[in-house]
DNA sequence: CTGAAAGCGCTTACAG
DNA sequence: CTGAAAGCGCTTACAG
């Protein structure tokens, strides 16, 4: 074999990272035209950018992002928070609030739709005041371009904090203290509409429901939406008992309603429904035969028990796209107005209803 | 009232952002002063800090970031990826990965080990060849300092990828084709042995365990230490169905086992396990009465279902914290050799065994 | 269409 | 213990 075919073949990725300066001496051009090729500018001499391509093959050259942001005051970062407050998350334990199935589907949501538009996710929850300094500061320090915020709880002050400092900002769901901030919301109202509606469609007169935190705007909403159709559907009274999202607390209310007498109930999350599903079991209730159980929310949940869960689904998915184009809009036009966009929930009949 | 008292008063956040240079000129100090004292190097002056800290208060500063990760080559940033192929993870949607209560938990854990260290975790799936090659280049990019790496299949090329580019990086579990990288890892044989064992010591007799996908490492080994236990107990033949790690996998996995008159199956994980009660019950089939099932991963699924779910427990809190342990020291000395941790895991008993 | 040069906001030897 | 200065790797007016 003729040794000098020993010589480097296009080797794939060389030890040591190359810089722009580097590229342009082997282009044999200027650093402001390989910087150019680079970013896909347009009008450059064909034979410019042939030149710069091999160089850049040769060298295996990536774009610094620090330096690149330095100037162009961009990360292509966002941040996805979570916040809440200690009481509500620590119900869960820092760092497990992606094991609700409700977060992890927004999380996950969220990041599907920043993906195509190529910036990346940074996660953070905020539980306590600290946190949500860093939150602000985080994007102040120029570590990301803006936050997506959904809040674990009512009365959580950091979409105020985050609006005082101007920092672009989009909430899922609208916040339970007004704030001067855009969001993306899901008609809860309506939610809770659909669901009386189901479950008298379905032959229930007695119905009850199991509520959420009332603090929480979008529980409160479900309530609000299903007593309302519930009365123009003249029923009269409607049994309640208060659950706080989580599957126990489903279960214990379903107790105390099923003391009642109802046959139908709407639980104000999936978490709850399948909680109230398993507690009518151990008392040897059926479901849906003797009481319909529906849900919200849509989430993994509902398809882990038996009967699997009739639920209002939120489009999370489109509701996540949406706030997403909203912030880099927000990001572009820093001083663009609030903006709001409010969703439609939808029924998805299962087994339980 | 004095017109003079309309100075600004300690304003909370100054609208235009504020630079070192600034600070400097202020505090009537030079640069590197200020960037001492604001990165807490010890030996200054007490006057010296006393200004440049009043300094600060005054304008807000707060450091950029880019220009600080430019010179010193540190981002603060691990990447926190998930990664499989298309057929394995296509069976979620992109992005609803974290709808897999066991990745959720793998994230959030990941996610609480990163905090108190102070770094951020990017998010990033990886299911095809060029999503792999973007997690490469956005490290060598100067994105982030490492990766933190779980694979959802095996035969991810990742690994590998990661470690020819010299990439920092630790992955939870031992990769299924060997590749010279850390990680750490949670003993599934005695996971596996720990519920024949416990199966056994139940009473039951006639064991069927419900597989998951042949090719995972982790799912092999859990068969392989479930056998040797049995085996070693004296139980000749275990009934064996293959699963896909998903609710109806273990459903239909279970229908074949229970036609094989078993007492005690061991479902490869939680998911299955849910699906394996729900289809014992729709067959009027007692659990535990007639047949035990143990899942395995202890997550937010073994609490969803009745009985609630005996389970084996892995220690995803301790790994997490020791993959971000591992990964922190190999940024530090990148010319670190592989290092391995295996955990133990953990028997809970529930319910259901 | 291309290049020379300034500048983004920090940190860190190097003197003193 | 402190400061002047160089330099990290880019982008972007500004000329030409």
Redesign the pocket.
């Given at each position: 074999m003729d040794p000098h075919d020993a010589h480097p073949a296009p080797l794939p990725a060389p030890p040591t990272?190359s810089?722009?300066?580097e590229v342009a001496r082997i282009a044999g051009?200027?650093?402001?035209?390989v910087?150019?090729v680079?970013?896909g500018k347009s009008?450059?001499?064909p034979?410019?950018v042939e030149a710069v391509m091999a160089a850049i093959a040769a060298t295996g050259?990536v774009?610094?992002r620090a330096?690149?942001t330095?100037?162009?005051r961009r990360t292509g970062i966002v941040l996805v928070v979570v916040s809440g407050t200690d009481t509500s998350m620590r119900e869960w334990g820092i760092g497990e609030v992606l094991a609700d199935p409700f977060f992890a589907r927004v999380a996950g949501g969220l990041m599907g739709s920043l993906r195509p538009r190529n910036v990346d996710p940074v996660l953070m929850l905020a539980v306590d005041q600290t946190e949500r300094e860093r939150v602000v500061n985080y994007v102040r320090e120029g570590n990301a371009d803006g936050v997506l915020l959904v809040s674990a709880e009512a009365n959580d002050t950091l979409p105020a904090m985050l609006s005082a400092a101007k920092v672009p900002v989009v909430l899922f769901s609208r916040p339970s203290t007004p704030a001067p901030v855009s969001y993306v919301d899901v008609d809860n109202r309506a939610g809770g509409g659909l669901a009386a509606e189901h479950l008298f469609s379905r032959g229930c007169r007695r119905l009850g429901i199991i509520t959420g935190p009332t603090e929480v705007a979008g529980a409160e909403d479900r309530l609000t939406g299903f007593l309302a159709s519930t009365q123009r559907l003249g029923l009269a009274d409607v049994a309640t008992a208060a659950g706080t999202f989580s599957v126990d607390s489903g279960a214990h209310a379903m107790i105390q309603l099923l003391a009642q007498g109802v046959d139908g109930v709407f639980a104000s999350n999936d978490n709850m429904a399948v909680g109230a599903i398993l507690a009518a079991h151990e008392r040897g209730v059926d479901v849906p035969g003797d009481v319909a159980v529906i849900g919200y929310d849509d989430t993994i949940a509902a398809l882990m028990c038996r009967p699997t869960v009739t639920t209002i689904r939120q489009p999370i998915e489109a509701v996540a796209a949406e706030m997403t184009r909203l912030l880099l809009d927000i990001v572009d036009d820093p001083g663009m107005p609030p903006r709001h966009e409010v969703l439609a929930p939808e029924l998805v009949v299962r087994g339980s209803a």
């Open positions: 990272a810089t722009l300066e051009v200027s650093r402001a035209s910087s150019r680079v970013n009008g450059i001499a034979h410019i050259y774009p610094n330096a690149r330095l100037v162009t």
